[in-house]
């Protein structure tokens, strides 16, 4: 039998760097997962933040679009409105009439609405300046069914245009 220090007991330093290689490893292995799920989580939020903003701009084009009806129906002459700021107070009453009840900003670009102008200026309606794919295609309200065909946002117009009986301003 040996005597002395290490006697029978021989330490491998070699098994030790090859287990503390497994643990880093592992270590990025997990790394990289958790980066993985975190991606898709995030590209999930992204889309559920877009459909929700989608789902906006629908609400408050249809309100914008009932406003103008709105106007055009509260007297005789069928005028339509000439800017944004007729539908939020009616220039026509002597009292404070309202057919919209904020100047709604576009859900999809956080900034203005593009208007659609009649040939003497009128205020017809609004669209977005987002050039996005709409998730949405079907089952849209008979005020919005032609919005099922088109290919971005930019091209779904919430627009009254004059029929019989109704007059420019």
Known sequence: ????????????????????????????????????????????WATNIRRANEDEL????????????????AESSNAFPRN?????????????????????????????WQIVKGPNGEFYGVYSASQDVPFKRDEFSDADAGFSLQTSYEEWKFVTYPSNGMVRR
């Open 1 to 44: 039998m040996r005597s002395g220090k290490g006697a029978g007991c021989r330490v491998s330093t070699h098994g030790v760097a090859r287990q503390r290689g497994v643990v880093m490893l592992w270590a990025l292995m997990c790394v990289a997962l958790m980066s993985i799920y975190l991606m898709k989580v995030g590209q999930m």
């Open 58 to 73: 629908l609400r408050r084009g249809d309100a914008i679009r009932s406003g103008i009806q709105s106007f055009v129906r």
């Open 84 to 112: 944004f700021e007729d539908l939020l107070r009616d220039p026509r009453a002597s009292f404070v009439r309202r057919h919209l009840r904020a100047a709604y900003a576009d859900p999809m670009t956080r900034g203005d």
